[in-house]
C-alpha cells in the first residue's frame, strides 16, 4: 500500500507572497501523484497531477509541483498566492496499477490581505 | 453533464437510526468510492466498487453498507447512526486510464450530524 504525509497542517501566507505545500509519499511500486483543492464547503477538484514523462507538472491557475522519486516528494508551490487561494489542498497518490487513491490529511492555505 | 451527484448534501439524525446516502454518476465511470473527511484526518475510505455488483471494504467500513446495482448508481447505508459517523462524506467515481491515470471525480458531500 501508499501512504502519503503533508507535514504542514496549516499555512498561513501574505498576499503575492510566494509559497509551498509539502507532500511526501511512501510505496513500493511506481507511483501516480496528485493534488487536490477543496474551497470552503465544496467537493474535492484536482489541481494537478504526475502520471509520468516531465517531473514539473503545472496547473492552469500558476501552481506548479515537482515529482522527486529520490526524496519521494511531490511539493507544491506558487510563486505568487492571491485571496482566492484560500483553501484546503490534499495531496494523494495511487499506485500505476491500483484503483484507490491515499489522501494526505490536508494542508488549509490562508491567504492574509 | 452532471458528474456526481449527492443527496442530501445535509442531515441530522437521531442515534440509532437509519439512513442512506444517494450517489450517482453520469460518466459511465467503472469505479466508485465513499469517503469520510474528519477536520485533521484527511479522506478515509469507507467503501468501494469496481463495477455493477462488485463491492469491497476500504480503511473504515464499519456501520456502513453499500450496494451496486447499476453502474450510475452507489448509495451508502448507515444502519444504526452513532454519534462517531457525524461527519462529512463524498462519494468519488473513476475510470481505468482515464487521463492516463486514475484520475477521481468527487461529488460535493453530504455534512451528517449524529446527535
Known amino acids: 500500500a501508499q501512504s502519503v504525509t503533508q507535514l504542514d497542517s496549516q499555512v498561513p501566507v501574505f498576499e503575492e507572497a510566494p509559497v509551498e505545500l509539502r507532500c511526501n509519499y511512501s510505496?513500493?511500486?511506481?507511483?501516480?501523484l496528485f493534488w487536490y483543492v477543496q474551497y470552503p464547503n465544496q467537493g474535492l477538484q484536482l489541481l494537478l497531477k504526475?502520471?509520468?514523462?516531465?517531473?514539473l507538472v503545472e496547473s492552469i491557475n500558476g501552481f506548479e509541483a515537482e515529482f522527486n522519486k529520490s526524496q519521494t516528494s511531490f511539493h507544491l508551490r506558487k510563486p505568487s498566492v492571491h485571496i482566492s487561494d484560500t483553501a484546503e489542498y490534499f495531496c494523494?497518490?495511487?499506485?500505476?496499477?491500483?484503483?484507490?487513491?491515499?489522501f494526505g490529511t490536508g494542508t488549509s492555505l490562508t491567504v492574509i490581505p | 453533464n452532471a458528474g456526481v451527484t449527492q443527496t442530501p448534501k445535509f442531515r441530522i439524525l437521531k442515534i440509532g437510526q437509519s439512513m442512506t446516502l444517494q450517489c450517482t454518476q453520469d460518466?459511465?465511470?467503472?469505479?466508485m468510492y465513499w469517503y469520510r473527511q474528519d477536520p485533521g484526518m484527511g479522506l478515509k475510505l469507507i467503501y468501494y466498487?469496481?463495477?455493477?455488483?462488485?463491492?469491497d471494504k476500504g480503511e473504515v467500513p464499519n456501520g456502513y453498507n453499500v450496494s451496486r446495482s447499476t453502474t450510475e448508481d452507489f448509495p451508502l447505508r448507515l444502519e444504526l447512526a452513532a454519534p462517531s459517523q457525524t461527519s462529512v462524506y463524498f462519494c468519488?467515481?473513476?475510470?481505468?486510464?482515464?487521463?492516463?491515470?486514475?484520475?477521481?471525480?468527487f461529488g460535493s458531500g453530504t455534512r451528517l450530524t449524529v446527535v
Open positions: 468519488a467515481s473513476s475510470a481505468p486510464g482515464q487521463d492516463g491515470g486514475y484520475g477521481y471525480t
Open positions: 494523494a497518490v495511487s499506485s500505476v496499477t491500483g484503483n484507490q487513491f491515499y
Open positions: 504526475y502520471l509520468s514523462g516531465s517531473t
Open positions: 510505496s513500493s511500486v511506481s507511483v501516480y
Open positions: 466498487s469496481v463495477g455493477a455488483g462488485i463491492t
Open positions: 460518466m459511465n465511470h467503472n469505479y
